[in-house]
């Protein structure tokens, strides 16, 4: 016979086990968030995100803020897009986008040639399996999963067609302001400094890594020398570079004469000044290019290239079918590493040629100071442009790792 004390039992067990539950679920939560390895990293981890969150988002809200200075403190309005249409549309056009003319014959080639690819490049991924596929229907998958690609087929589809648009613009805006009576902007200064200085750094830390690694006498002494630059500080390296192109006060003013050049002016040129710059910039982060690619260079295998030697392959075809698809994968990071970095150049025009010609050697970053400086601690206009340059960069770098590095590597 069963007790009144059984069967009250099961009634009172029930919230015995969803109290168990809550404990248990507790307990699982505590552990995974402060076990004893995390709890020494979430200092590290809330140090970097209140050092790199934060300000993002401080930034992004003064960008649609108008900050003024009064007694006792400070006054925010919020105004919008205004700075972002001061920028784009309103006064401070020119110094962004720059001046427009009327396209050469050549701007008008380049243009058209570089829509023409934009065009083939997107067709190319309509006809493309990868997109193919998302618009099919797949047996076996749940309506969740359906949905979920056919929102990620459109998002991509999307995305690429702003990158059509986008990509053109940028070419288009060089094209109208590098031609005849055009003036650059800030936009185009830098995209000049970038693809510039990115490319003659690349060819030229290859070229030394690839003299250091064949059997030279002195090549260890020359690894070092080749290191120097990085030791000295780019506001230095400035500095060195504005005395060597004073022609005529500067150290080498007699070499200058020397050679028929003593009335010749960097700074005079919009061209050969922003040439000036892209030297100086090279001079500085080549070093980090060839001590990157020497190791990689060290690190491809010397079986495949003593058997090319025995089978009477020449040099140029050992470095096109053995050494550059080794190399391939160090050579397209490094290069996205510098790509993103040389958007942030300001030392070197600042220093150098403090923005002139004019405006001609006026990158973003160091237009955003100027304007920062001038506004009497307005910091709307200068975030306004630092998300305007965070989204070119953006976008650079993922039409970089969506176009050229898959395409290199497939063909690889």
């Known amino acids: 016979m069963i007790s009144q004390a059984e069967l009250s039992?099961?009634?009172s067990a029930a919230p015995l086990d969803q109290n168990n539950r809550l404990v248990r679920w507790l307990r699982v939560v505590i552990q995974w968030l402060f076990p004893a390895k995390r709890v020494l990293l979430w200092p590290a981890i809330l140090i970097v995100l209140f050092l790199s969150i934060f300000p993002l988002v401080a930034s992004l809200g003064l960008s649609f803020t108008r900050l003024k200075l009064v007694r006792g403190g400070y006054e925010l309005t919020f105004i919008g897009l205004q700075n972002y249409q001061q920028w784009l549309l309103g006064t401070a056009q020119r110094n962004l986008l720059g001046r427009f003319s009327q396209p050469s014959l050549l701007g008008w080639i380049l243009g058209i040639t570089f829509t023409g690819?934009?065009?083939?490049?997107f067709y190319n991924y309509l006809q493309s399996p990868r997109f193919i596929l998302k618009s099919l229907p797949i047996s076996g998958e749940t309506p969740l999963q359906t949905l979920w690609r056919i929102i990620a087929g459109v998002l991509g589809l999307l995305l690429r067609i702003v990158a059509v648009i986008f990509a053109s613009a940028l070419v288009w805006l060089m094209v109208v302001t590098l031609s005849n009576d055009g003036l650059p902007?800030?936009?185009?200064v830098t995209l000049i400094f970038v693809l510039g200085g990115v490319t003659v750094q690349y060819l030229i830390g290859l070229g030394l890594a690839l003299?250091?690694?064949?059997?030279?006498?002195?090549k260890r002494f020359f690894r070092v020398i080749f290191l120097l630059p990085m030791?000295?500080?780019?506001?230095?390296?400035?500095?060195?570079?504005?005395?060597?192109?004073?022609?005529?006060?500067?150290?080498?003013?007699p070499v200058w004469k020397a050679?028929?050049?003593?009335?010749?002016?960097?700074?005079?040129?919009?061209?050969?000044?922003?040439?000036?710059?892209?030297i100086a910039d090279t001079w500085q982060w080549t070093p980090l290019m060839f001590i990157i690619l020497l190791a990689a260079l060290e690190g491809t295998s010397r079986e495949q290239i003593e058997a090319a030697l025995v089978d009477g392959a020449s040099r140029l075809q050992m470095f096109q079918f053995i050494m550059l698809p080794q190399i391939a994968p160090v050579s397209l990071t490094v290069i996205l590493i510098r790509l993103i970095e040389a958007f942030k150049i300001i030392d070197m025009p600042n220093v150098m040629t403090g923005g002139a010609p004019g405006t001609a050697t006026e990158s973003m970053t160091l237009q955003l100071y100027k304007i920062w400086k001038a506004s009497n601690f307005n910091f709307g206009p200068s975030a306004a442009l630092a998300y305007i340059l965070l989204i070119v960069v953006t976008f650079v770098s993922i039409m970089y790792v969506n176009t050229i590095r898959q395409r290199v590597m497939e063909r690889l």
């Open 231 to 253: 030791m000295i500080t780019p506001v230095g390296i400035a500095f060195l570079f504005r005395m060597v192109t004073d022609t005529f006060q500067g150290p080498f003013a």
């Open 117 to 121: 690819f934009m065009l083939y490049w």
């Open 259 to 278: 050679v028929g050049l003593g009335d010749f002016a960097w700074i005079n040129s919009p061209d050969l000044s922003r040439i000036a710059v892209i």
């Open 9 to 11: 039992q099961p009634q």
């Open 185 to 188: 902007g800030g936009l185009v």
């Open 211 to 218: 003299l250091v690694t064949q059997n030279l006498p002195g």
